[in-house]
């Protein structure tokens, strides 16, 4: 089994940028895909990113492609979600996932076995 403790989040103003960080702790992370997922206000659970185990390859939703990046150090067992270009509609709950036997390129939220226990961001217009 693995831990996950998500930090970082927090409230900005549109335009800004904030960086997500995902703790893994149990079974070395690097054994997992690992990826970020939202819940927002009207409580959709949407897909943003996810990266694969060796860390260099990489999916993304479509609504933050080419604002969000996502990697990891698998020396550190971290992972990381750095935002840029806030926008309102990126307010939500970002949760950190684990699943050891799917492809990075899954984005269906079941498919993940283990969540974090969530970071609020806020984005004020």
């Known amino acids: 089994q693995v831990q996950l403790v998500e930090s970082g989040g927090g409230l900005v103003q549109t335009g800004g940028s904030l960086r997500l960080s995902c703790a893994a702790s149990?079974?070395?992370?690097?054994?997992?895909?690992m990826a970020w997922f939202r819940r927002t206000p009207g409580y959709e659970l949407e897909f943003v990113a996810g990266?694969?185990?060796?860390?260099?390859?990489?999916n993304y939703g479509d609504s933050v492609k080419g604002r969000f990046a996502i990697s990891r150090d698998n020396t550190k067992n971290t992972v990381y979600l750095q935002m840029n270009s806030l926008a309102p509609e990126d307010t939500a709950v970002y949760y950190c996932?684990?699943?050891?036997?799917?492809?990075?390129?899954?984005?269906?939220?079941?498919?993940?076995?283990?969540w974090g226990q969530g970071t609020q961001v806020t984005v004020s217009s």
């Open positions: 990266i694969n185990r060796r860390g260099n390859s990489t």
């Open positions: 149990g079974r070395t992370s690097s054994n997992y895909v």
């Open positions: 996932t684990a699943s050891e036997y799917i492809n990075y390129l899954n984005t269906k939220s079941i498919a993940y076995d283990y």
